[in-house]
C-alpha cells in the first residue's frame, strides 16, 4: 500500500502565495504520474496540474501562469506553488500518484483564500 500525507495548506488573503505538499511513503515501486486535484463545497473534484515522472506537466487553465507544479523523486514528493491566490481558489487540495495503474489519493488540505 501508498500511503500519501499532505501538508502546507491555510488561509492566505487574495494575492498570496502557499506551497502545499504530499509526500508518498509505504510499498513504493516507481511513481508515474503524481497530480493536485481540488473540490469547492458543492462542486466536483476537478485536475489543477499533473506532472511526470520525467518532469513533464499539464496545468488547468484556471491556474497557468500562477500554479507551478514539481516532484522530487528521491523523495517521493509532489509539490504545487501557488502564486497570486484568488477566492475562488478555496478548496481542499488532493495529491493523487499513480504507480503502475493503480491511482492512490491522500485525504486532502485545506486551502482558503479570504480577507
Known amino acids: 500500500q501508498v500511503q500519501l500525507v499532505e501538508s502546507g495548506g491555510g488561509l492566505v488573503q487574495p494575492g498570496g502565495s502557499l506551497r502545499i505538499s504530499c509526500a508518498a511513503s509505504?510499498?513504493?515501486?516507481?511513481?508515474?504520474?503524481m497530480g493536485w486535484y481540488r473540490q469547492a463545497p458543492g462542486k466536483q473534484r476537478e485536475l489543477v496540474a499533473v506532472?511526470?515522472?520525467?518532469?513533464?506537466?499539464n496545468y488547468a487553465d484556471f491556474v497557468k501562469g500562477r500554479f507551478t507544479i514539481s516532484r522530487d523523486n528521491a523523495r517521493d514528493t509532489v509539490y504545487l506553488q501557488m502564486n497570486n491566490l484568488k477566492p475562488e481558489d478555496t478548496a481542499v487540495y488532493y495529491c493523487?500518484?499513480?504507480?503502475?495503474?493503480?491511482?492512490?489519493w491522500g485525504q486532502g488540505t485545506q486551502v482558503t483564500v479570504s480577507s
Open positions: 493523487k500518484v499513480d504507480m503502475y495503474g493503480d491511482n492512490y
Open positions: 509505504g510499498r513504493i515501486f516507481r511513481l508515474n504520474d
Open positions: 506532472i511526470g515522472r520525467s518532469g513533464s506537466t
